[in-house]
């Protein structure tokens, strides 16, 4: 386990704030094209749970049950896309805790994969695509080059 986990929240939340968040200074260029895919399939994410939101909120009207359901797992699915979003930025700052939570991130990401695909029982269905980008952003969190930046970075920050 990393030595350099979060002892509190001010420790988990990004160094200067969203403005910080477009400036990806020496990282190599693999860690570079990770970051980037995390931080827009984030906000895709986000933007996905506002309009789901919405559609849990029509859906309520018509078939409660159902709908206060959909708006829980919407909850869910926006408080995920958050989190992808911060630790996103916390390993572009060399946090070796925030690259192995979002190595976990893609694991769960198979095991929704595999679930939604079950449901759609062979149909155009399921998350396949969105796991296949995050699998890449992940193996290139732990190339070589990415592996002895964070190598670089340990303590210094």
């Known amino acids: 386990m990393p030595t350099d986990r979060p002892r509190n ?3 988990a939340l990004p160094i200067g704030g969203l403005s910080g968040m477009f400036r990806v200074a020496a990282m190599p260029t693999v860690l570079k094209v990770s970051y980037w895919i995390w931080l827009i399939g984030g906000l895709l994410g986000l933007l996905g749970g506002v309009i789901g939101l919405f559609g849990s909120f029509v859906l309520i009207a018509f078939a409660p049950a159902i709908g206060l359901l959909v708006l829980l797992l919407v909850i869910v699915a926006l408080a ?3 989190a992808q979003i911060i630790l996103a930025m916390k390993m572009k ?3 070796e805790w925030a690259r ?3 190595t976990i991130l893609v694991g769960i990401s198979l095991v929704l994969a595999l679930i939604s695909a079950g449901v759609a029982d062979g149909r155009a269905g399921g998350n396949l695509p ?3 980008i995050s699998l890449v952003a992940t193996v290139l969190m732990w190339l070589p080059n990415a592996q002895a930046w964070f190598v670089a970075n340990r303590g210094r920050i």
């Open 9 to 11: 929240v001010s420790d």
């Open 80 to 82: 995920l896309a958050t």
């Open 93 to 95: 700052e060399g946090r």
């Open 100 to 102: 192995f939570a979002l």
């Open 130 to 132: 969105g796991f296949i």
